[in-house]
């Protein structure tokens, strides 16, 4: 029929294509948080070193959280007693 929607298919993602997306994340991850602090930088020195934006800081805060936590889950586990 010409009326037809378009047709989807589902796949389900292998496990080593989530470590490269993972990877992928943690990288935008560390790029968004450099790109922040240097727009802070950049409106500090603009502004005479006044204070950035309250906006500006939490977003930052928010970047460095996302980073932290993407490492925390790329890092490999640990197991208590394995030398």
Do not use: F, W
Request: glycine share 8%.
């Amino acid at each position: 029929m010409a009326l037809e929607g378009p047709q989807l298919a589902y796949a389900r993602a292998d496990e080593g294509l989530a470590e490269n997306t993972l990877e992928k994340a943690l990288e935008l991850a560390r790029r968004l948080e450099d790109l922040l602090e240097r727009a802070r930088a950049a409106s500090s020195a603009t502004t005479g070193g006044a204070a950035s934006p309250r906006s500006t800081r939490i977003a930052c805060a928010m970047a460095a959280g996302l980073v932290d936590e993407l490492e925390a889950i790329n890092r490999p586990l640990r197991h208590p007693g394995a030398s």
